[in-house]
Structure formats: structure tokens, C-alpha cells
């Protein structure tokens, strides 16, 4: 089975702070994706990577930072939290292959105080 | 962008009742994605149906492309059903990113 796993499930962390949020697959896949979850508005996407070091904007990346330094796991930066990114934080990934079929990980529940 | 809209946003069934969830989407896709996301947060993919119907046990799903909807069926439903449903699609321009309906929230009480 595939396996997506996220650092944190719970993090509480206080305005201008800089967080890390990190994600691992298991899988060897290549496309790796930062969502969040707001209610009402479903998963927007934050940022998304095809490849180590390499990254796309999604629709919201203000405020966020990636990195991905090796295929297997893909990091969120929160450079200065703000209250406004209390959030639920999902990663996702997809094989090249088939990259339709998109495998999450249990989400990071963030509040920003 | 493409628009998804998903319909109900909220459903309150008895265990055991039927339901057709609906999701409306504004262009031609590539990709259509059923998702069931668990009171724990966990998402899980129940179908990859870009056109056509597929079942899996008591769900399941038909999409119709060129009228720009999907349905997904649960039959008998059960208390372990209760969650938020979301319909995800991709476009048709090569690009692969997926566009997230604002999901069905499902209470199935006993």
C-alpha cells in the first residue's frame, strides 16, 4: 500500500513564526502536492513539484515556501505564520505513470495564534 | 479555472437509505476523481471516472462528459459512510492539476 505520511497532526504555533511542515511518500512517486482545507471552500491547492528541486505555484502559494530536496519527501514553509493560515494541511502524491490517482496523507491540523 | 460544484452540501440519511450526490463541473476535463474523507481527516480515492459508470460494492459512480456532471450512488448506506465526499477534476490542457469541489458533508445516523 501506499503509504504518504505527515510530520505533525496536531501543531499549535504563535504568529511570525516559522514553520516546517513535512511530508514523506514511499512509493517512489514523482508528482508530490500542499493543499489546504478550509471549510466551505474544499482543497486549494498550495504548491506542487513533478521532480526533486523542482516546484509549481498552485492557486494560493502567498505566504508559502517549498522545498524538495529528495523524491520521497516534499517540505511546506510557512515563512511568518499568520492567524490567516490556521488551516488543515494536506499532502498528496501521484506515480508519473498515472497521475490522475492522487494519495493523501492524514493532514496537519495548524493553528496559528 | 474550472468550476466544480458539488450538490447537496449537506445529508443527513437514516442507515440503511440510498443517496445520489451530484457534481457539476464548468469545462471539458480529462480526469474525474471521487474522494471520501473520514471524520479523521483521511482522504481516501473511491473512483478515477473521467466518463462512463463504476461500481464498487454498494458505490457507485457515472460520469457523463459531455454534459459536465458525475454522480456518485451509495446504496444501504452505513454509519461508516459519514464524511465529506469531494468530486476533484483535471483539465484537458496537459496540465496536471486538480480542481476540488467544496464537498457533500454525509451523516449517516443509526
Known amino acids: ?113 | 479555472g474550472i468550476q466544480v460544484e458539488q450538490s447537496p452540501p449537506d445529508l443527513i440519511l437514516q442507515e440503511g437509505a440510498n443517496s445520489t450526490l451530484r457534481c457539476n463541473f464548468s469545462d471539458s476535463v480529462n480526469n474525474l476523481q471521487w474522494f471520501h474523507q473520514n471524520p479523521w481527516g483521511q482522504l481516501i480515492n473511491l473512483f478515477y471516472i473521467p466518463s462512463g459508470t463504476k461500481q464498487n460494492g454498494r458505490l457507485s459512480a457515472t460520469t457523463v462528459a459531455t454534459e459536465r456532471y458525475s454522480l456518485l450512488y451509495i446504496s444501504s448506506s452505513q454509519t461508516t459512510d459519514s464524511g465529506v465526499y469531494f468530486c476533484a477534476v483535471g483539465g484537458t490542457g496537459g496540465y496536471q492539476k486538480v480542481t476540488f469541489g467544496t464537498g457533500t458533508k454525509l451523516q449517516v445516523i443509526p
Open chain 1, 1 to 113: 500500500d501506499v503509504k504518504v505520511t505527515q510530520s505533525s497532526r496536531y501543531l499549535v504555533k504563535r504568529t511570525g513564526e516559522k514553520v516546517f511542515l513535512e511530508c514523506v511518500q514511499d512509493m517512489d512517486h514523482e508528482n508530490m502536492f500542499w493543499y489546504r482545507q478550509d471549510p466551505g471552500l474544499g482543497l486549494r491547492l498550495i504548491y506542487f513539484s513533478y521532480d526533486v528541486k523542482m516546484k509549481e505555484k498552485g492557486d494560493i502559494p502567498e505566504g508559502y515556501s517549498v522545498s524538495r530536496e529528495k523524491k520521497e519527501r516534499f517540505s511546506l514553509i510557512l515563512e511568518s505564520a499568520s492567524t490567516n493560515q490556521t488551516s488543515m494541511y494536506l499532502c498528496a502524491s501521484t506515480p508519473a505513470a498515472n497521475a490522475w490517482t492522487q494519495y493523501f496523507g492524514p493532514g496537519t491540523r495548524l493553528l496559528v495564534l
